[in-house]
């Protein structure tokens, strides 16, 4: 069966994410990421940041928003039963703080098939208010018995 | 390309250099507190029932969680700040359960003094979930 690759090249609308403190410090207890620079106001300041700093991972809270209509557009097609989430690549630019907007905006760079499987991959950008990038990414999802 | 203002950069990696391991054992409810801090509520992570029935042996682990704590072995090898994790990459191969150890281990592959980079593997036992991981850190001194 041909793979469905009509999505290859579309660009989604831009989301907005807010970042909060109680999120950052929320995140870094989950993942535990102890560093008082991701809970402590005054920590991160004493290290340069201008407020809490999120952990690096912290870009899959501000990026999900950008990402579910991807995953759910059904001019995608993916078949979620079969699907895995293959790989995961980040380029992180300025740090996260808490008070930053985060602006992410996403496209579908390929769609291909390889050994019976089909590929998905997504790229999303995201910069802060000042216009500054602080997260490139790459999303791979691998469908089985395309 | 170091930032002022950081105590923390300027660790010295050398190439063929192990870095410590990160061993983490997720209690029972990790992939509910994960769930909720993500926002990613698959119910494959959070109902052992719904996970059995699509064939899993119980609630799972969220990938970009165990990829969160090879972020942190990561900034944990260059010395603990956040702005030296320039790049990580990943591949998800297989899946991990709560309860049971997570070992992250890594091997510099490049190493110049300002910038190295790391191959990582996250374990639970023999079961590779993470492959073909790669770090670059950014370890230059600051400004």
């Not at chain 1, 807010?18 to 809970?39: C, F, H, N, S, W």
Request: with cysteine; aromatic share 8%; glycine share 10%.
């Amino acid at each position: 069966m041909a793979l469905k690759t009509d999505a290859i090249g579309k660009s989604w609308p831009a989301h907005e994410y807010e970042v909060g403190r109680e999120k950052i410090r929320e995140y870094a207890q989950a993942t535990g990421m102890d560093d008082p620079v991701y809970l402590d106001r005054e920590a991160a300041r004493e290290a340069g940041f201008r407020d809490v700093v999120a952990p690096p991972m912290f870009c899959v809270v501000y990026c999900a928003g950008a990402m579910a209509p991807v995953l759910f557009d059904p001019e995608v097609g993916m078949n979620f039963a079969a699907m895995v989430h293959g790989g995961q690549e980040f380029e992180w630019g300025v740090p996260v703080c808490s008070g930053d907007l985060i602006t992410t905006s996403a496209t579908c760079r390929e769609i291909y098939e390889k050994t019976g499987k089909g590929f998905y991959v997504f790229e999303s950008v995201s910069t802060n208010q000042e216009g500054e990038q602080v997260v490139r990414a790459v999303w791979t999802n691998i469908v089985r018995g395309v | 390309m170091a930032e002022s203002g950081s105590a923390k950069r300027g660790t010295e990696l050398k190439q063929g250099e192990q870095i410590e391991e990160l061993r983490v054992t997720p209690d029972k409810y990790l992939p509910h507190r994960y769930a909720g801090a993500s926002g990613d509520f698959n119910p494959i992570h959070i109902d052992p029932e719904f996970a059995r029935s699509v064939g899993l042996p119980g609630s799972i682990l969220h990938g970009l969680y165990v990829m969160a704590l090879v972020s942190k072995a990561s900034i944990d090898a260059a010395g603990g700040d956040p702005r030296s994790l320039r790049r990580l990459s990943v591949q998800f191969r297989g899946m991990s359960v709560p309860e049971q150890e997570i070992v992250v281990s890594g091997e510099v592959v490049e190493a110049d003094g300002e910038r190295a980079e790391v191959d990582l593997v996250a374990a639970q036992g023999e079961n590779r979930v993470i492959r073909n991981a790669r770090a670059e850190l950014d370890t230059g001194a600051p400004d």
